[in-house]
């Protein structure tokens, strides 16, 4: 018998709530908590980031969504009424990664606020929320990749609640949202780890690596997955945007290194300062 899990979390007053929503909320509050604290270690205030919170969220769901839509954009001309029903999924990590950034930077310039050092408090975090998010694709059957045996699944030692939700119209598929979960999960380890050697990392390098870490391994796990946006039927959207990001963010950390006199990321200015 398949154990497949239900993407309905729980009825309330007769709205469906999907496990969905419940992770990609959970994985918010933990960014605002993870990065409030980072913050007052580099002498930022944690009201900055509840402040920027207020705005880069909603901001960042429009967003991924309109990144989704835009790449889906004749089921949504036909379908209109689909576009602002997103209950169900339809994010794009991109998208609101991209709107987020804006406002970041925006936010940062109106407050005279470091953008960089910012972009560098909030990395971690944010590559640990992707990692949770992920599962919220677990629930909705999304993310997945090509057709697979279940012996294959049985060989990569998961638990039998994930070999079983990754029966998806009549076939066992690759986990790559999992794939992805723990990639971005090492993520955040690394970078904290980096974070934390001290006179390793330049002010905006926390980020940079971010950058490449992430666009790293979203290029390869993009290129299994069976539901990928596309541009035509040539190239998959972020399996592009991952490699212009990847060189992008190379490229502009050895820049930053040879032309810029910059300081080191620096933990002990909030201790300073109390």
Same mark, same amino acid.
Do not use: C
């Given at each position: 018998?398949?154990?497949?899990?239900?993407? *309905?979390?729980?009825?309330?007053?007769?709205?469906?709530?999907?496990?969905?929503?419940?992770?990609?909320?959970?994985?918010?509050?933990?960014?605002?908590?993870?990065? !409030?604290?980072?913050?007052?270690?580099?002498?930022?205030?944690?009201?900055?980031?509840?402040?920027?919170?207020?705005?880069?969220?909603?901001? !960042?769901?429009?967003?991924?969504?309109?990144?989704?839509?835009?790449?889906?954009?004749?089921?949504?001309?036909?379908?209109?009424?689909?576009?602002?029903?997103?209950?169900?999924?339809?994010?794009?990590?991109?998208?609101?990664?991209?709107?987020?950034?804006?406002?970041?930077?925006?936010?940062? #310039?109106?407050?005279?606020?470091? /953008?960089?050092?910012?972009?560098?408090?909030?990395?971690?975090?944010?590559?640990?929320?992707?990692?949770?998010?992920?599962?919220?694709?677990?629930?909705?059957?999304?993310?997945?990749? &090509?057709?697979? =045996?279940?012996?294959?699944?049985? =060989?990569?030692?998961?638990?039998?609640? *994930?070999?079983?939700?990754?029966? *998806?119209?009549?076939?066992?598929?690759?986990? /790559?949202?999992?794939? &992805? =979960?723990?990639?971005?999960?090492?993520?955040?380890?690394?970078?904290?780890?980096? #974070? #934390?050697?001290?006179?390793?990392?330049?002010?905006? &390098?926390?980020?940079?690596?971010?950058?490449?870490?992430? !666009?790293?391994?979203?290029?390869?796990? &993009?290129?299994? #997955? /069976?539901? =990928?946006?596309?541009?035509?039927?040539?190239?998959?959207? !972020?399996?592009?945007?991952?490699?212009?990001?990847?060189?992008?963010?190379?490229?502009?950390?050895?820049?930053?290194?040879?032309?810029?006199?910059?300081?080191?990321?620096?933990? /002990?200015?909030?201790?300073?300062?109390?």
């Amino acid at each position: 018998m398949l154990l497949s899990v239900n993407p *309905i979390a729980f009825n309330l007053f007769g709205i469906d709530i999907m496990w969905y929503a419940i992770i990609i909320v959970s994985a918010i509050v933990l960014v605002s908590w993870l990065a !409030s604290k980072e913050a007052v270690k580099v002498g930022l205030r944690e009201d900055d980031v509840v402040d920027l919170m207020l705005w880069a969220l909603p901001i !960042s769901i429009v967003g991924a969504r309109l990144y989704y839509v835009l790449f889906e954009l004749d089921y949504y001309i036909e379908n209109p009424g689909q576009i602002l029903a997103i209950r169900s999924g339809g994010l794009a990590i991109y998208g609101g990664l991209i709107a987020g950034g804006l406002v970041v930077y925006f936010f940062t #310039r109106h407050r005279f606020i470091s /953008t960089w050092k910012f972009l560098d408090v909030a990395a971690p975090s944010v590559i640990l929320a992707q990692g949770i998010g992920r599962w919220g694709n677990f629930m909705n059957h999304e993310a997945y990749g &090509e057709v697979v =045996s279940r012996n294959f699944l049985e =060989s990569l030692h998961l638990p039998k609640f *994930i070999i079983e939700n990754m029966y *998806i119209d009549g076939e066992y598929r690759q986990p /790559t949202f999992l794939y &992805e =979960s723990v990639w971005s999960v090492l993520g955040f380890v690394v970078l904290i780890l980096l #974070r #934390r050697k001290p006179n390793f990392l330049k002010e905006g &390098e926390v980020a940079l690596v971010y950058v490449i870490w992430y !666009s790293l391994g979203r290029f390869f796990i &993009e290129g299994m #997955r /069976t539901d =990928s946006l596309w541009i035509g039927d040539v190239i998959r959207v !972020s399996q592009m945007l991952s490699g212009l990001l990847f060189v992008g963010a190379i490229g502009l950390l050895i820049y930053r290194r040879k032309k810029m006199d910059l300081p080191f990321y620096d933990r /002990t200015k909030g201790d300073k300062k109390a």
